[in-house]
């Protein structure tokens, strides 16, 4: 029993927080009933709860409210800015200099880590950043640079800040972890590019689903955002189709302002 | 007039078993011979498109009992409507329920 109900509460762990307990509770009263029943299967059975709690996770509403300091562009670069300042600073105080590197010089060896992790991003992400109205795509693309340019510094100088800390030397474990943190880096800076107004650059609010699976062929259906301040709607199809390809943007005029603060 | 989904088989005999059996994870399991980790992902999707919907047995009912509390799940309307449009589209779905109920 005890085995069974660790590989539960394992399990447990994918599951979203708000819904843990509840998950927790119905799975373990489920398999109170499966060994009251006699059933030899208990191990598949709970092998089972670990595809349901990543379902959830898979499938978790993502209605929570941006975090306050990404929320917008000044106070997203502001933040990455106010980390990547930290990185330098403990860098500084914490340089290694037999610290061996991949290629001489920081700025190039982040550079190189930064093109090794690249190849790795179209398996974990979408390149794709949406159709947009051509409309202030020069501050879109400025934006998305500051928010790389900070990001390299912070996983590069961060990991090896880290490593200095405790003491190791450059060998490949801190390599690979520059590579992993880069490639996380790059799928943050996506997905969340992906998640903001085109226009005014703030992070999308309150998504709601749209539409059933049973519709991808003649409608669509995923999930829709809004603007706070009013400029549109983002909708995201849940499966890319021949006929909603990628998210697409609607603009909303002003006859739209008096729904908005 | 609500939407009616069109569903696979499987979510079909999942939503089938929900509303002849007992209306638990587990009864869906024993009644449709699916693993569990088919059965409750499906019957999340099926909550989630309104097709079912979950509630807490009383925990004095199972306390007199002595057993932990289950979760129950039962059709809603849309569910009702779903679950009929699937029957004329899959017949074999009828079987089964014919097969439970007489077994029980």
């Known amino acids: 029993m005890r085995i069974h109900l660790a590989m539960l509460r ?3 762990w994918l599951v ?3 819904q843990r307990a509840e998950w927790l509770a119905e799975w373990s009263a489920e398999l109170w009933y499966v060994r009251q029943s006699g059933d030899r299967q208990t191990t598949s059975f709970c092998l089972g709860s670990f595809r349901d709690a990543f379902w959830l996770r898979r499938n978790r509403p993502s209605d929570a409210p941006p975090v306050p300091w990404l929320e917008s562009p000044s106070q997203c670069l502001g933040f990455l800015g106010l980390l990547a300042s930290v990185c330098v600073l403990l860098a500084l105080r914490h340089h290694q200099p037999d610290m061996k590197l991949p290629v001489t010089g920081p700025i190039l060896a982040m550079l190189y880590m930064a093109m090794m992790a690249l190849p790795a991003l179209p398996a974990l992400t979408s390149l794709r950043l949406g159709e947009y109205p051509a409309n202030r795509n020069g501050w879109r693309w400025a934006f998305f640079a500051g928010k790389i340019a900070l990001l390299l510094p912070i996983v590069f100088l961060g990991v090896l800040d880290l490593a200095a800390m405790i003491g190791l030397k450059i060998h490949a474990g801190p390599i690979h972890c520059i590579l992993v943190g880069n490639v996380a880096a790059f799928r943050w800076a996506l997905i969340d590019q992906r998640r903001r107004c085109p226009e005014c650059l703030r992070l999308l609010a309150h998504p709601a689903r749209i539409g059933m699976p049973s519709q991808t062929f003649l409608e669509w259906y ?3 955002f809004v603007c706070v301040k009013g400029h549109g709607l983002l909708h995201v199809p849940e499966i890319p189709t021949a006929s909603f390809r990628t998210q697409s943007w609607m603009h ?3 006859s739209w302002s008096g729904l908005f603060l | ?3 009616e989904q069109k569903l696979s088989h499987t979510a079909a005999l999942i939503l089938m078993a929900v509303h002849t059996g007992d209306g638990y994870g587990f009864s869906v399991m024993e009644m449709t011979g699916l693993p569990s980790g088919t059965v409750y992902p499906a019957m999340r999707r099926l909550e989630r498109d309104g097709l079912i919907r979950s509630q807490w047995e009383r925990q004095s009912i ?3 009992e002595q ?4 979760k129950y799940y039962k059709l809603t309307r849309l569910g009702q409507a779903t679950l009929e449009s699937s029957q004329r589209r ?5 079987k089964l329920a014919a097969v439970e109920g007489g077994q029980s």
């Open chain 2, 62 to 64: 199972a306390d007199a």
């Open chain 2, 90 to 94: 899959y017949p074999l779905l009828a």
């Open chain 1, 252 to 254: 909303l005029d002003r």
């Open chain 1, 10 to 12: 394992s399990a447990a």
């Open chain 2, 67 to 70: 057993r932990p509390p289950r």
């Open chain 1, 16 to 18: 979203p927080g708000e």
């Open chain 2, 1 to 3: 007039m609500v939407a």
């Open chain 1, 222 to 224: 995923g999930t829709e």
